[in-house]
């Protein structure tokens, strides 16, 4: 079944994030992604559309909170700047746009909110065929810590503002 219509999920909580495009025995080295957790009554509604929603059994001594659905997400930037899905980072009141050098911060942030939008991408090989979510928009908020907050008013360095090094880099 093909799939078209977008999908915006406001307050959206992320687990397994990749956005660094780290490898590992679950990624593979340059993939970037996230999983969105999804309650049972989302990811009935997705799967039955369509969507790639993995359904787990509740972890033993958290069955009353069911089942731990997600939907894995792609995260591509490409050499066409227009299709690069558009991230944001809110913090301290301030509004950045990440890149594909500075997206990985994403991955160590103490995330208060998350809202975004997934494109589907409908998908035929070999006699197979699915649907596959990719990032389109993100805007997430960051937890400010005390210390944080205490020291916002100096914010303002040009260096930190992109997450990057000189030479682009990650500083991690």
Request: hydrophobic fraction near 30%.
């Amino acid at each position: 079944m093909a799939i078209n219509n977008k999908l915006t999920i406001e307050g959206a909580r992320l687990v397994f994030k990749n956005l660094s495009g780290k490898g590992s025995e679950y990624n593979k080295e340059g993939d970037r992604n996230f999983a969105v957790v999804l309650d049972d009554e989302q990811a009935e509604r997705l799967a039955s559309d369509g969507w790639a929603v993995k359904v787990r059994e509740p972890r033993e001594g958290y069955e009353d909170e069911g089942n731990f659905n997600t939907l894995r997400v792609n995260v591509k930037f490409g050499p066409n700047e227009a299709r690069n899905p558009k991230i944001y980072r809110i913090s301290n009141g301030r509004m950045v746009q990440l890149t594909e050098n500075s997206v990985g911060c994403i991955d160590f942030d103490d995330i208060e909110n998350v809202d975004l939008v997934i494109r589907p991408y409908n998908w035929t090989k070999a006699n197979r065929s699915g649907t596959s979510a990719y990032l389109e928009e993100m805007y997430v908020t960051v937890k400010f810590s005390p210390l944080q907050e205490k020291y916002a008013r100096y914010s303002g360095d040009p260096v930190h503002d992109d997450f990057t090094e000189p030479d682009g880099e990650m500083p991690y």
